[in-house]
């Protein structure tokens, strides 16, 4: 209950942060504060008291009802349908999710992260009007996805005038929120409550100190236990041997057992539907025949208050009428209850006390919670998905139907990342019980969670898992097959040379016969992975084009179920620019899809794609987006770490082999290959060629796809500069012949630069000059600097300083923009030598700037409204706008046009 009957006792700290809070929204800054603590605690009562008479304040609440624990997004709905007049502000994608996953229309099922924009929109656009308080009592009661999405929008908020007060028992699923833990009434306090709590209202002291010991300070058991202790005289007494929850519950149970036998049955009814709906209550009581006025004895006794809904005094007095029912009358209520929400059309509620109704099993009912899963899964709400076809499986009889029902379930329970769960699900499935699709799903969703579970077998065995699983789909689901065959090739990706049960070659046979199952673009796909694996380059060339082509026809809805099998295939073509476009493609249709999970994916592939194509800053700046992202869904930022980005930006190297090296015992052999060629792109930087050479050596000598690829022209470097010729010349005849089959600017470039180190004199300069002109084409800035660079070194050696002078400076301007510190003292020391000196130019501009002032303030220069960056960014317009106002300080412009002129050129 709610009413503030009295001065809080003991609680003025409490209050005071609580206070805190709203009055920071008020003031523009948003805030959150979870109180938790055990029942009896106080904490429905403190936020009664904080939010009791807030002048030009709106409240509203959402509370939580175990009834609707696994109703997808019910405690959204009920916000939602208190911020109705909002709506029209929003973006119509996000009013879309909003809408499906509140049951209010039809459409594709929404990711939960897009439904939790789309509410912080409209909490945002009511802010604008008036300050907000959200309160949530009972959040561990609420459903998984409601859970979520207040998270979600509690980790956006800033600066928004919209404080969110949340309480519940525990850490209710809501990780990483401010929190304020109740503790036990001092002794002070504890006494003046109890003295407030009995008749006459004093306690002898020595009664006081002791009711307090054995209350352990909890507020409602000094408020309801202290007349009964007080009379009993506890003076020097030991706190109780049961816990004071038990104590309360058997107190309140006394209590009901005094009033009359229709009442204790009306209270029966009233406990078993915890969303305290009235109408539900008077029609299962009528179906039990049970007065309608019955339950008023009860509220005279102080046991419920019945007004718009029948709310308990406390969660243990329900508990403890709950609890007394024998399990035959408890079946009976919820029996009655399940008819009277069938009669209302809540059928999520039917189904919920229908459930609670069977002993043992029924496949009516298991068909009927199967049915509520697919609801709640047509919302978005996979989550409660999952929970309810468990609970549809354990009501199933055993056989083909009870796991197919656990396969489902842990298939949802993977979607949104609830591995642990999967894997339990998974572990009581009975094989014998499946069929062969049934089968090869099992395989595959075990073989997709090991990486996400960092599982270092599952991960070295996941693509001799997923071939497995497309075995058992082979005749019989062909999508399916070809989709498992695509994902056995990327988690090979991970692992790589430490892959085992399955060899490249047996991969790329697979492969093969995978794409002549059925036609379409998936058939492409594998028609140019295989000949990734198995063909000479140069016939593999055009079935890897053809494989890139599909995804430019996929439409953006299906962009994201194809996989990054394309960026494998780019790098494999030297095709940079169609690399990049279709990552930033995969991002977008992902941040409009709210799919945060994939939007992660495709930045975090982005920040590894731009150290290949030479670009540090860009990747520096996708990963710290991964950060930002990580953040808003709750995951710890710090453990983002691209150890090759370290590499580049000169991190200390023992650091950057003990990252690397611990990445093998998990599995992650493709890892460590990226660590150890951003070390040996480091060596080459500083002059360490020998040490680049022995470090790139057994990789090359290991070879795997388009990874080795790009390691070969920094193995010519390495090998020209530490005398190893003869290696270097068999490299740049690969490199000579890669650029013949594919044609792009970029090879061209790389096998021309590569050429021009082992050339002699009269023919070096016309092989740089290509490597310059061809890398100019391209989207590489790295390697067209270094290009520029070793031709200036190059010129330098033939006493032609001046013309040494023009390049050397265009590689210093070069890698500074870049971020390249290495390069550009390399680039700095030749171009010394030549008898001109250029001090690092630095980035002043941005150098105050936060990671995400600096991601606004770039959106901002580019044009992009605070709707548009904020969508793109998971806040709202007013939180892009508060940066942007600070940005503005910093760098001293008054315009957005002006940004554009003191940034940083990228």
Request: glycine fraction near 8%; include cysteine; hydrophobic fraction near 50%.
């Amino acid at each position: 209950m709610t009413t503030v009957a009295a001065p809080l006792l003991g609680r003025a700290d409490e209050l005071r942060r609580l206070g805190a809070t709203i009055t920071a929204a008020r003031n523009g800054t948003s805030g959150t504060l979870l109180v938790r603590g055990d029942p009896g605690m106080g904490k429905s009562a403190l936020l009664a008291a904080a939010t009791h008479d807030l002048p030009d304040v709106r409240i509203l609440r959402s509370d939580g009802y175990e009834a609707e624990s696994t109703m997808a997004f019910a405690g959204v709905h009920r916000l939602v349908l208190q911020l109705a007049d909002e709506q029209a502000a929003l973006p119509d994608r996000q009013r879309a999710a909003l809408a499906v996953a509140t049951g209010t229309s039809d459409g594709d099922p929404p990711d939960r992260f897009l439904v939790g924009l789309g509410l912080l929109g409209l909490l945002a656009a009511a802010a604008r009007r008036q300050t907000l308080v959200c309160v949530v009592d009972d959040a561990h009661w609420l459903d998984l996805e409601s859970r979520e999405v207040l998270a979600f929008v509690a980790r956006r908020l800033q600066a928004e005038r919209v404080a969110l007060l949340l309480a519940a028992r525990g850490a209710a699923d809501l990780p990483g929120l401010p929190d304020l833990e109740l503790a036990g009434l001092d002794a002070v306090a504890a006494a003046a409550l109890a003295d407030r709590s009995v008749e006459g209202g004093v306690v002898d002291p020595r009664v006081a100190s002791s009711i307090a010991a054995a209350t352990g300070g909890n507020p409602l058991a000094l408020i309801d236990l202290s007349p009964e202790l007080a009379a009993g005289g506890v003076v020097g007494a030991e706190p109780y041997p049961v816990p004071i929850g038990s104590r309360l519950e058997a107190h309140y149970l006394a209590q009901v057992r005094g009033l009359p036998g229709p009442t204790r049955a009306w209270l029966a009814v009233a406990a078993a539907e915890s969303s305290g709906e009235p109408s539900l209550v008077a029609q299962a009581c009528a179906a039990l025949d049970i007065a309608a006025h019955a339950g008023e004895p009860a509220e005279t006794a102080g046991l419920v208050v019945a007004g718009r809904t029948i709310e308990f005094r406390h969660p243990l007095v329900r508990a403890a009428v709950y609890g007394a029912l024998p399990g035959p009358r408890r079946r009976e209520i919820h029996a009655a209850l399940a008819g009277a929400s069938a009669a209302e059309g809540a059928h999520e509620l039917e189904v919920w006390h229908a459930a609670a109704a069977v002993v043992g099993t029924d496949e009516a009912v298991a068909a009927r919670l199967g049915a509520a899963a697919d609801r709640a899964g047509m919302r978005g709400g996979l989550a409660s998905r999952a929970r309810l076809l468990e609970r549809a499986a354990e009501l199933s009889p055993p056989g083909p139907g009870r796991d197919a029902r656990l396969l489902d379930a842990a298939e949802a329970a993977a979607a949104v990342g609830a591995a642990h769960h999967s894997i339990a699900l998974l572990d009581r499935l009975d094989p014998d019980q499946l069929d062969r699709v049934g089968r090869g799903r099992a395989i595959a969703t075990r073989a997709l969670l090991a990486t996400f579970m960092a599982d270092p077998a599952g991960i070295v065995a996941g693509t001799a898992n997923l071939l497995r699983a497309a075995g058992a789909f082979h005749g019989v689901d062909p999508a399916r097959e070809q989709r498992t065959l695509i994902r056995a090739f990327e988690v090979a990706l991970p692992a790589e040379w430490l892959m085992q049960g399955v060899t490249l070659d047996e991969l790329g046979h697979r492969l093969a016969a995978g794409a002549d199952v059925a036609p379409g673009p998936r058939a492409s796909a594998l028609r140019g992975l295989s000949a990734h694996i198995l063909l000479p380059y140069e016939q593999a060339v055009p079935a890897m084009r053809a494989a890139l082509a599909t995804i430019a026809e996929i439409p953006d809805a299906e962009l994201l179920d194809v996989g990054y099998f394309g960026i494998a295939l780019s790098m494999a073509l030297w095709d940079e620019r169609s690399c990049i476009d279709d990552l930033e493609r995969a991002a977008r249709v992902a941040r409009e899809a709210g799919s945060l999970q994939m939007l992660d994916a495709s930045l975090w592939l982005l920040s590894l794609v731009e150290l290949v194509r030479g670009d540090p800053a860009a990747a520096g700046r996708y990963v710290e987006q991964v950060r930002e992202l990580r953040r808003a869904m709750g995951y710890p930022a710090e453990q983002v770490v691209n150890v090759a980005y370290l590499a580049w930006a000169g991190a200390p190297r023992e650091q950057i082999q003990a990252i690397a090296d611990a990445l093998v015992p998990m599995g992650f052999g493709g890892a460590w290959t990226v660590a150890m060629t951003g070390l040996s792109v480091r060596d080459i930087a500083e002059g360490h060629y020998r040490d680049a050479y022995e470090r790139l050596r057994p990789m090359i000598e290991r070879p795997f796809l388009q990874v080795t690829y790009g390691q070969l022209p920094d193995y010519v470097e390495a090998a020209v500069r530490s005398g190893h010729v003869a290696a270097a010349r068999e490299t740049a005849d690969q490199l000579d012949a890669f650029a013949r089959a594919s044609g792009t600017p970029w090879i061209r470039g790389l096998a021309a630069r590569s050429a021009a180190l082992l050339a002699p004199p009269d023919e070096a300069e016309a092989l740089y000059l290509a490597a310059i002109g061809w890398l100019g084409r391209s989207a590489t800035p790295a390697d067209l600097a270094r290009a520029h660079l070793v031709y200036g070194e190059w010129l330098r050696r033939e006493k032609r300083r001046v013309d040494a002078r023009e390049h050397l400076r265009v590689a210093v301007a070069a890698f500074e923009r870049i971020e390249a510190p290495a390069f550009a003292r390399r680039a700095a020391t030749e171009l010394a030598a030549t008898g001109e000196h250029v001090p690092p130019r630095g980035d002043g501009a941005s150098v105050d700037l936060t990671p995400r002032e600096a991601t606004i303030a770039r959106r901002a220069a580019a044009g992009e409204t605070n709707a548009e960056i904020g969508a793109a960014l998971f806040i709202s317009a007013n939180t892009v706008d508060y940066h942007l106002r600070k940005v503005f300080r910093k760098l001293g412009v008054t315009s957005r046009r002006q940004l554009a002129q003191v940034l940083p050129r990228p």
